[in-house]
Each structure stands twice: as structure tokens, then as C-alpha cells.
T-cell receptor, first 112, second 114 residues
Framework: KQEVTQIPAALSVPEGENLVLNCSFT??????LQWFRQDPGKGLTSLLL?????REQTSGRLNASLDKSSGRSTLYIAASQPGDSATYLC???????????FGKGTSLLVTP | DAGVIQSPRHEVTEMGQEVTLRCKPI?????LFWYRQTMMRGLELLIY????????DSGMPEDRFSAKMPNASFSTLKIQPSEPRDSAVYFC????????????FGDGTRLSIL
């Protein structure tokens, strides 16, 4: 069974810092990997989707990388802002699957 | 597009009562998922529909849980009778099978069983 792990579980940084969130998965036979943001009391907003054949995707200050063979992905946030405070979830879609397997998330707090 | 719409946003009810959660997927999406989110277990898949047909309900915890998708624009998740351990946030998500698109989630229903 695919296991998705996110480290750290919580992170607090001062505004302006660059930061990296980590995601690892146990089965490398994935179709794609998706990073989501979840604000308190809200649903999940898709940030970036990386296909298994890709190495990275970028959107604004966000960059997600994928190393499928080692079962790792990172989400890099440049020049963090208080508005980036949220929980970030990593999810993988397996080659043989149809639903996403989620990590438990990293809760990020960016302080002014 | 209005996105995935779930109702109600919050539900508080007493143990033993029937609870019905509703979902309207994004128009044109032919895959629909119900997930449950708890602090202990994170997000777990309950059931997956494709073209209105239940494909995988192995995540439904007990017979007290049932889900239907009578048409492409509506799905329900029902719990009868409800128990305190069912308290969680329930999310509906939809996705198109064309290409490799991302999944879109609703804002969830926060369910509290007293």
C-alpha cells in the first residue's frame, strides 16, 4: 500500500525566508503528484501537478520537484509571506490507481 | 465555473440520527470521490464513482455509510445511524478523465455527532 509522508509536520518561519517542504512516497509507480494548499475551514486548492515524466513545475513563487526513482518531492516557496500560512498537502496518483493518496500535511506559519 | 459545491457546510446532530451530505461536481467531470479528513488519519478515500457508477467503495467504513450518484451532477453520502466517531470533515472531489487534469475539491462538510 502506498504510504505518503510529509516532513516536517509543522514549520514556522519569518516573512521573507525561502523554505522547502518535503514529501516522500513508498511506491515509485506513480502517474502524477499533486501539491495542495488547505486554509483553515476550507477545502483543498491545487497548487501544482507534476506528471511522472516531469522533474519540476513552477507557478509564481512556488516550485515543485519530483524524483520518482527515490520517491521524493519537494515544494519550494520563495520569499515567503504571511499569506502563505496554511497546511500544504502532497498527494500521489498511482499508475494502477484512480484516487489520490495523501500525506498528512505540513502546517506552515509565516510570521510578519 | 462554480467549482465543486458541497452542502451543508456544517452539520451538528445527535448520535443515532441520519445524516445526508450532498455534492455537485464540476460540470463535465466524470469521476467523483468522497474523502474523509480527521486529525488522526488525514484524508482517506471513502468511495469513487466513474460515470455515475460506484467503482470502489472499499473505503466506506461500515454498512452505516452509503453513497449514491443518481446523475452526473449530484451525489449523496448518507450515514445512518450516525455515531460520535463519524465526526470529521467530509470532502467531495471531481475530476475529468480527459488528459491528466488535477482533482478539484469542494469546501467540505464539517460533521459533528454529539
Amino acid at each position: 500500500k502506498q504510504e505518503v509522508t510529509q516532513i516536517p509536520a509543522a514549520l514556522s518561519v519569518p516573512e521573507g525566508e525561502n523554505l522547502v517542504l518535503n514529501c516522500s512516497f513508498t511506491d515509485s509507480a506513480i502517474y502524477n503528484l499533486q501539491w495542495f494548499r488547505q486554509d483553515p475551514g476550507k477545502g483543498l486548492t491545487s497548487l501544482l501537478l507534476i506528471q511522472s515524466s516531469q522533474r519540476e513545475q513552477t507557478s509564481g513563487r512556488l516550485n515543485a520537484s519530483l524524483d520518482k526513482s527515490s520517491g521524493r518531492s519537494t515544494l519550494y516557496i520563495a520569499a515567503s509571506q504571511p499569506g502563505d500560512s496554511a497546511t500544504y498537502l502532497c498527494a500521489v496518483l498511482e499508475d494502477s490507481g484512480y484516487a489520490l493518496n495523501f500525506g498528512k500535511g505540513t502546517s506552515l506559519l509565516v510570521t510578519p | 465555473d462554480a467549482g465543486v459545491i458541497q452542502s451543508p457546510r456544517h452539520e451538528v446532530t445527535e448520535m443515532g440520527q441520519e445524516v445526508t451530505l450532498r455534492c455537485k461536481p464540476i460540470s463535465g467531470h466524470n469521476s467523483l470521490f468522497w474523502y474523509r479528513q480527521t486529525m488522526m488519519r488525514g484524508l482517506e478515500l471513502l468511495i469513487y464513482f466513474n460515470n455515475n457508477v460506484p467503482i470502489d467503495d472499499s473505503g466506506m467504513p461500515e454498512d452505516r455509510f452509503s453513497a449514491k450518484m443518481p446523475n452526473a451532477s449530484f451525489s449523496t453520502l448518507k450515514i445512518q445511524p450516525s455515531e460520535p466517531r463519524d465526526s470529521a470533515v467530509y470532502f467531495c472531489a471531481s475530476r475529468s478523465d480527459l488528459g491528466t487534469p488535477p482533482s478539484h475539491f469542494g469546501d467540505g462538510t464539517r460533521l459533528s455527532i454529539l
